[in-house]
């Protein structure tokens, strides 16, 4: 049971412009969200983060939104740079101290200059 | 290197066979986690170490994986029997104290069953 979705499992943005990524999730006693970005032949690295007490969290060019209603976060990434170029998990997690974390498969962004 | 460590970087072995794959976390980070990656799937959450004990092992696909953590620091998950479907990338990571600690992870284990 996939719990959370990231449909588009490809994305190609021209630099300079936003890259929107996108993910949803089922299960609404999911209350962190995380985004990870992953180079080839490297583990992910943690990206930016938001608790569902709050709907936005911006991190420089990075701001993630959440939907609670529509159990929807995406990822903005403004302006796109050719080396954001990588894959893009989104995670979720229920509580504060939670073993469950469940990821998306993932979705490879493309910048090009 | 103050990162997550993970070795072997690549393994190759034969169905059947037992492997062991070792992670060095972050010096200070309690928790610990293990991840597979398998091709063109997400993260697969595996188990999670607060110290030495694993709260959540619901994530072990069998019972021929294993993992133990001992001094509160390396992990290692072990496969026995290792089918062809276990290939995947193995991903170690730890953080601070908790799940919503940031996680950091390792570079991973690629491990080929043929």
């Known amino acids: 049971d996939q719990q959370v979705k990231q449909n588009s499992p490809s994305l190609s943005v021209q630099e300079g412009r936003i890259s929107i990524l996108n993910c949803d999730y089922t299960?609404?006693?999911?209350?962190?969200f995380l985004w990870y970005k992953k180079y080839p032949a490297e583990g992910p690295t943690f990206l930016i983060s938001?608790?569902?007490?709050?709907d936005k969290n911006e991190d420089g060019r990075f701001t993630v939104f959440l939907n609670k209603s529509a159990k929807h976060l995406s990822l903005h990434i403004v302006p796109s740079q050719p080396g954001d170029s990588a894959v893009y998990f989104c995670?979720?997690?229920?509580?504060?101290?939670?073993?469950?974390?469940?990821f998306g498969a993932g979705t490879r962004l493309t910048v090009k200059p | 290197g103050a990162g997550v460590s993970q070795s072997p970087s690549n393994k190759v072995t034969e169905k059947g066979k037992d492997v062991e794959l070792r992670c060095d976390p972050i010096s200070g980070h309690t928790a610990l986690y293990w991840y597979r990656q398998s091709l063109g799937q997400g993260l697969e959450f595996l188990i999670y170490?607060?110290?030495?004990?694993?709260?959540?092992k619901s994530g072990l696909p069998s019972d021929r994986f294993s993992a133990e953590r001992t001094g509160g620091s390396v992990s290692t998950l072990t496969i026995q029997r290792t089918q062809q479907e276990d290939s995947a990338v193995y991903l170690c990571a730890s953080s601070l104290n908790s799940f919503t600690d940031t996680q950091y992870f390792g570079p991973g284990t690629r491990l080929t069953v043929l």
């Open positions: 995670a979720a997690s229920r509580g504060t101290n939670n073993n469950d974390m469940r």
């Open positions: 299960n609404s006693m999911f209350d962190y």
């Open positions: 938001i608790s569902s007490i709050k």
């Open positions: 170490f607060q110290g030495n004990s694993a709260p959540d």
